[in-house]
């Protein structure tokens, strides 16, 4: 059976639509990644467009405004609630760790 689309976030996909919590474009996403993640995370720029043009098609984020080559984003309901999921999938897989070893 295959796997849904968007059903477990990989960690760029997750930072970028955590930063997409307000509007912001490519160029502020990859540098809020960096910093929220003290640099761990690094988003490409061929990755980062990639993803955002999946995310609009899927619903999970909008395009608020373009100037120029210049475009914002912001999430969606839909958008929202698949962070959420993915938060709430990560803290059960934390919790199962801590059942085991803790």
């Not at 997409?20 to 490519?26: A, I, N, P, V, W």
């Amino acid at each position: 059976m295959p796997r849904l689309k968007f059903q477990t976030l990989t960690e760029q996909m997750f930072y970028i639509l955590l930063c997409l919590k307000d509007e912001c474009c490519g160029i502020d996403i990859m540098d809020k990644v960096s910093q929220m993640t003290d640099g761990r995370v690094k988003v490409g720029s061929g990755t980062l467009y990639n993803l955002l043009e999946q995310f609009l098609d899927s619903g999970i984020i909008i395009q608020t405004k373009a100037d120029g080559r210049r475009r914002n984003y912001v999430l969606t309901d839909k958008g929202r609630d698949v962070l959420r999921c993915e938060y709430e999938r990560l803290c059960t897989q934390a919790e199962d760790y801590r059942k085991m070893f803790l």
